[in-house]
T-cell receptor, first 114, second 110 residues
Framework: NAGVTQTPKFQVLKTGQSMTLQCAQD?????MSWYRQDPGMGLRLIHY???????DQGEVPNGYNVSRSTTEDFPLRLLSAAPSQTSVYFC?????????????FGPGTRLTVT | TQLLEQSPQFLSIQEGENLTVYCNSS?????LQWYRQEPGEGPVLLVT?????EVKKLKRLTFQFGDARKDSSLHITAAQPGDTGLYLC??????????FGKGTTLSVSS
């Protein structure tokens, strides 16, 4: 199993550009989520999904869109990038059974917006 | 408002020393997790504690969940350079998403 995969590994955008961060998991997990990690701020939840067709906002959703058309994929879209979105982005998945929310993280995408 | 407070924020020690990292909250959690993150990688789950007062051991790492399920600690015995990394605690509250603390950065030098 590949676990959770993320592409790209690194990305540089200009202000106003759009892009999609890809995330896929092969563990058949129902729950998937996106976090951003900034120095001194820890991991902050952007959006999450408890299954295909269901998404919800986390702590810092503004400027980001998500969709969940399949169990495996959970892309994160930046519609108009801003310098404040410079961060490291992590996708994670978790089985819902048991209610433990034990997260399996991808390797991250380091995004710089100039 | 940060629901999960981790302390210390930074810790730099010599190989062989013992250390304890704390994760505190005024809220009750149904379970609490500890993750370790190495530079350039995603966090990796170390342990989940569920029952108040529960103690779990993972080689030289000892994890404890407070009796009231509001706090937890991670104790490392005889730290090694391979223990270097960011240690994150995360709490689960009923009906909400996982909440992460800001982490403790540990540096162990030989």
């Amino acid at each position: 199993n590949a676990g959770v995969t993320q592409t790209p590994k690194f990305q540089v955008l200009k202000t106003g550009q759009s892009m999609t961060l890809q995330c896929a998991q092969d563990m058949n997990h129902e729950y998937m989520s996106w976090y951003r990690q900034d120095p001194g701020m820890g991991l902050r939840l952007i959006h999450y999904s408890v299954g295909a067709g269901i998404t919800d906002q986390g702590e810092v959703p503004n400027g980001y869109n998500v969709s969940r058309s399949t169990t495996e994929d959970f892309p994160l879209r930046l519609l108009s990038a801003a310098p404040s979105q410079t961060s490291v982005y992590f996708c994670a998945s978790s089985p819902l059974a048991g209610g433990m929310h034990e997260q399996y993280f991808g390797p991250g995408t380091r995004l710089t917006v100039t | 408002t940060q629901l999960l407070e981790q302390s210390p924020q930074f810790l730099s020690i010599q190989e062989g020393e013992n250390l304890t990292v704390y994760c505190n909250s005024s809220s009750v959690f149904s379970s609490l997790q500890w993750y370790r993150q190495e530079p350039g990688e995603g966090p990796v789950l170390l342990v989940t504690v569920v029952t108040g007062g529960e103690v779990k051991k993972l080689k030289r790492l000892t994890f404890q969940f407070g009796d009231a399920r509001k706090d937890s600690s991670l104790h490392i015995t005889a730290a090694q350079p391979g223990d270097t990394g960011l240690y994150l605690c995360a709490g689960v509250q009923a009906g909400t998403a996982l909440i992460f603390g800001k982490g403790t950065t540990l540096s162990v030098s030989s």
